[in-house]
């Protein structure tokens, strides 16, 4: 009779280990669909890589969002966001709270083109005048660190631009790309 008790509970725990071998299993297979969600997507001009914060004007929530030089496709929960800092190199610059700031509209189920990004500090110079040239229009954004004071940053629509190397990339004449900004 204790033998039974004790077969009863290695039967349990060996259910229990399949169990949780199946879930793991599921965990790793997730991932890989991200690359089929739909998302954000900028053009970083001037940087590198940026890691950008933006607080959603419709609950609240805060987002980071590391970009990098080039087009970056990042997914980002449907809502209003709101940039209120960036960081780069170490250096965190927050959006000056006297200013306009900077707001995008993350649609479901379409990728959102949120804008082409040139950073100067303290401005933007005539270096990147020839990414300025090719937006349709660009807004200045003012931004200030403690220790490195102050730095503009400039969000401009270059949609086209973005959408015809997106599709070199993607090999797809049918892409669905909209204006968030």
């Known amino acids: 009779m204790k033998i039974l008790p004790l077969i009863l509970i290695l039967l349990i725990f060996n259910a229990c280990s399949t169990q949780r071998e199946l879930i793991d299993h599921q965990e790793e297979i997730l991932p890989a669909k991200t690359t089929e969600e739909v998302g954000a997507v900028w053009s970083l001009l001037s940087h590198d890589r940026l890691t ?18 080039g087009i970056s496709k990042r997914s980002v929960p449907v809502g209003h966001w709101e940039m209120t800092g960036f960081e780069q190199k170490g250096n965190t610059y927050l959006s000056l709270s006297t200013s306009k700031k900077f707001v995008f509209n993350m649609k479901p189920k379409v990728d959102v083109y949120a804008g082409s990004i040139v950073i100067g500090c303290p401005s933007v110079t005539a270096a990147n005048f020839k990414h300025l040239k090719k937006m349709k229009f660009f807004n200045r954004y003012p931004f200030s660190s403690s220790s490195h004071h102050l730095c503009e940053l400039v969000v ?11 599709k070199k990339v993607h090999k797809s004449k049918k892409l669905k790309l909209i204006q968030g900004l």
């Open 156 to 166: 401009g629509n270059d949609i086209e631009g973005v959408r015809s190397e997106l």
């Open 52 to 69: 950008l914060h933006f607080k959603n004007v419709d609950n609240g929530k805060n987002l980071s969002v590391i970009i990098e030089r």
